[in-house]
């Protein structure tokens, strides 16, 4: 990308593996800001899920480049991954921030990481670097999410809720469908999903 990019959308993420809830809140995201780009930063070792079992991180961010091939504002960065020591969102920004002195960064999450955003090394620092734009994964008006969403607000940090539609899906639960021999084929992209059943992953 050349730095001609004034808006970068970032979606981190375990992406274990990427879903069409991902997909979804990216492509919403370039439309609401009028993003120029989305980078796909799949985490290598990832600080917040030390202690559950991941997919090697090779083959996640083989799913995530299946997952983006076919939309021109999504570009993968294997940064994260390259690194051997475990990543923080506050480093990544730092690193972006320099690769891309003359951009703005906003950082794409669901309403999950946004209520736990306080538990994030030098949480801070990450959130004086970018404008959080917030998806909700959950139907009804959620009171917590609205109190933390002012309340970062009021301390001078950026965060939007985009008006996007929720989905209710998550890898935990395709992941689970998989273990159990049930299908969720239609969570997935269709190259994602046939991809995992070709490796012979989740079972
Ligand atoms: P897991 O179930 O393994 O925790 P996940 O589905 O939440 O995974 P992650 O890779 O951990 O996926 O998520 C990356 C980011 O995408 C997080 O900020 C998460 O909140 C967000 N996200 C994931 N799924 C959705 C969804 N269906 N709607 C909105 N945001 C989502």
């Not at 981190?12 to 800001?33: M, N, R, W």
Request: net charge negative.
């Amino acid at each position: 990308m050349n730095c001609q990019n004034k808006k970068i959308g970032i979606m981190g993420g375990t992406f274990d593996p990427i879903h069409i809830g991902h997909l979804a809140i990216a492509q919403e995201a370039v439309e609401y800001k009028k993003l120029d780009k989305v980078l796909f930063i799949p985490t290598g070792n990832p600080p917040h899920k030390t202690n559950k079992e991941k997919t090697k991180a090779e083959i996640r961010l083989e799913m995530v480049k299946i997952g983006i091939e076919d939309n021109e504002f999504f570009e993968i960065d294997d940064y994260e991954v390259r690194r051997e020591e475990p990543s923080y969102s506050a480093m990544t920004m730092q690193y972006l921030k320099d690769k891309y002195p003359k951009t703005e960064l906003y950082f794409i999450m669901g309403e999950d990481s946004l209520l736990d955003i306080e538990s994030w090394y030098r949480y801070e620092d990450f959130l004086n670097c970018v404008t959080v734009l917030v998806a909700k994964r959950q139907e009804q008006c959620n009171k917590d999410l609205e109190n933390k969403v002012n309340d970062l607000i009021s301390k001078g940090y950026k965060v939007e809720i985009v008006p996007s539609h929720y989905l209710e899906i998550s890898a935990t639960n395709i992941r689970k469908k998989l273990k159990n021999g049930e299908n969720p084929k239609y969570y997935l992209k269709q190259e994602v999903y046939n991809y995992i059943i070709k490796e012979g992953l989740y079972l």
